[in-house]
């Protein structure tokens, strides 16, 4: 059973805009949301996480938006850049008691210049 | 930064061949973890450790054995291979096993005939 979902498969926009990437979980239990930036070649790096006190998290052009109550956060990155072009994954994990990071099936996002 | 490193990047087998996939960390970190990445399934969990001798289950792990000789070495070992485990394999670590940061090597294409 996917019990982390992300949507859209693959997103193009263009230099300037904001991409917004969607993820929904189900396990209300979670509380610890990473999301993790994935380029050809490479393996997967932490780009920016949010725990469930909290209902946004920013750092510089990358924000998480986090809805509790719908279990649904989002990921949108302002001001795209090409270099930001690469596959996006939502994770989510209890932090407590037994951890383990379920991951969505990740967002392909393009950005053109 | 964490380091993580995979061998082989790549490997060609058959049907029923024996592969075996290894990793090293160098930062100390007790827990490792062996990935596997499918388009449309994201990263699932196949096996990891939370130190030289010890291996736990993970999500999917059908198929295959693991061992941790020591702290930095992580091996992932398919004894009867299948096309079914044709995939891009990773390898992590992290310092404690809680919620926190995922390293993850930069991957092993495996393909079996």
């Known amino acids: 059973q996917q019990q982390v979902r992300q949507s859209p498969q693959s997103l193009t926009v263009w230099e300037g805009e904001t991409a917004i990437l969607n993820c929904s979980y189900e396990?209300?239990?979670?509380?610890?949301f990473p999301w993790y930036q994935q380029f050809p070649g490479e393996g997967p790096a932490l780009l920016i996480a949010?725990?469930?006190?909290?209902d946004k998290k920013e750092d510089g052009r990358f924000t998480i938006f986090f809805n509790k109550r719908e279990k649904k956060l989002s990921l949108h990155i302002t001001d795209s850049q090409p270099g930001d072009s690469a596959t996006y994954f939502c994770?989510?994990?209890?932090?407590?008691?037994?951890?383990?990071?379920?991951f969505g099936s990740g967002t392909q996002l393009t950005v053109m210049p | 930064e964490a380091a993580v490193t995979q061998s082989p990047r790549n490997k060609v087998t058959v049907t029923g061949g024996n592969v075996t996939l290894s990793c090293r960390q160098t930062?100390?970190?007790?827990?490792m973890y062996w990935y596997r990445q499918d388009t449309g399934h994201g990263l699932r969990l196949i096996h990891y450790?939370?130190?030289?001798?010890?291996?736990q289950i993970g999500d999917v792990p059908d198929g295959y054995k693991a061992t941790r000789t020591t702290q930095e070495d992580f091996f992932l070992l398919l004894e009867l291979a299948s096309p079914s485990q044709t995939s891009l394999y990773f390898c992590?670590?992290?310092?404690?096993?809680?919620?926190?940061?995922?390293?993850f090597g930069s991957g092993t294409r495996l393909t079996v005939l």
């Open positions: 992590a670590s992290t310092p404690t096993g809680g919620a926190e940061t995922l390293y």
């Open positions: 396990n209300s239990a979670f509380d610890y």
């Open positions: 949010i725990r469930s006190v909290s």
């Open positions: 994770a989510a994990s209890r932090s407590s008691g037994s951890w383990q990071l379920i």
């Open positions: 930062n100390s970190h007790n827990y």
């Open positions: 450790s939370y130190g030289a001798g010890n291996l």
